[in-house]
């Protein structure tokens, strides 16, 4: 293993997602040595997310291709960014060996997650995100025959329910926290954005309904049954073997926060602040996709390509594009308008539910505490494997705290990577150490 | 173009074969029938299986051939050892 091995390039991108790949497809002309990094076995992030069976949508498979195409794109999946080791140089981990990478510009896509929040019964066995839910299933996961549930916010859990159905499954409830007036809203709004499917918001959907929000989940072992608010009209329990539940999306900008990249609010929650050329804070540095706001893979495709644009100086054609960004921004902020969150969803949490799944805090630990890092002090919470990327998104929705970036190591580690750091690059000597 | 071909794994000392692409957290899924697909154990000896689906939370960590990986994020490869730590 050559851990001191640094490798070079002009353009690198994090995460393989939409953004992802408009960004290199458009700094690919260039001519630019550039490398993409994603987590994941197979590029197109979240949405794009190949597996057996699936079927990949055509503006998929037409840029995976391209991207295949171009002699000047370097795809390295499976690899996961641990820290910064200088300005312009990260540090990588694969299954195998630990390595660094020097660029001279860098595209930040590093997508978003779920919101994920507690509630009695969430740690079960069979209760998941409900992007989740759809993530596992295109991996392979077996649903066919099961009663699921999905619940929360947002467009995704419809879906979620569609790729459940379609592997066999019985999606037995939808249960939407957002009012009908305020899907019915959003689904009239649509109009404005052709392409944007209406008739995949399942209103018409017989087991979808609005108003609704989960309350527990109920199980020896695994989920058995999910219990649900219903609007003013008291509580419905439904026997399941799944529960979907996810509360809209959280944008990732840990590693944005750890490169010293400025962060704002953006409907409610931190996002990376860019210009008008998708340029970061720091020199160099730029940022596309759900990164910057979560807004969908329409306005991450946009952003994507004027960030690759912009990074390999094609200001002119990156320009050509505001007016299309800003259509989306628009659907963005419709959509957060209408799926906004309601209050009670910050008290789902019962005293002994475990809010930091990773440490096991429970939620009584917690309410005392003044803020975050109070919180981290006395019980942990956020120090475990996640590194609060769960927690911290909860707590600062259930108690308004901000948490703070993670530090590195950005993900655990194997020692072996950390080591591989002390060796010289210049340094041609190789000590082979008996094991 | 499906992908017909299967993979053959090792899941806690039980082989399995699961069709080529299968991430190693449907595989946990398919060789527990009973536990939903179990990865490890909290702190407080809660079973845990995966959660969030794509490498946030962790739930999914097992032994991928002697080293620590995410379920989720790994592909099942033919001659696979994976060793849950529930």
Redesign the interface.
Known sequence: MSGSAIEHCDVLIIGAGPAGLAAALAAAPSGAHIVIVD???APGG?IWR????VELPIAAMQRRNAIARCANIRLVS?TRVIAATAPSELLLED?ERGWRIGWKKLILCTGA??L?LPFPGW?L?????A??????VK????VAGERIVIAGSGPLLLAAAATARKAGAHVVRIAEQAGFQAVAGFAAALARWPGKAVQSLGLFDASYRTGRHVLSAQGD???EAVRLRRGTQGEEVIACD?LACGFGLVPNTELGQHLGCAVEMRHGAPALTVDAMQATSRADIYAAGENTGVGGSDRALVQGAMAGHAAVGAIALAEARRGELARWDAFAATLHQRFALAEPLRRLAAPDT?VC????VRHAELAPRNDWTDAKLHTRCGM???QG??CGAATRFMFGWAPTAPRPPLS?V?VATLAALHSQDHSAEETTHAA | MKKTETVALRINGQTLSVRAGTSVAAALRIAGSADMGTARRSVLGQARAPFCGMGICHECRVDIDGRRRLACQTRCEDGMVVETSA
């Open positions: 987590d994941n076995p979240q190949d597996g057996p069976g499976g299954a997650r779920e994920l740690t066995p069979g209760v998941t995100g992007g989740a839910l759809q993530a596992l991996s392979g996961l077996p072992g695994h989920v799944r475990l799944r990773c440490e096991d475990g494997a996640c990327r769960v655990p194997r």
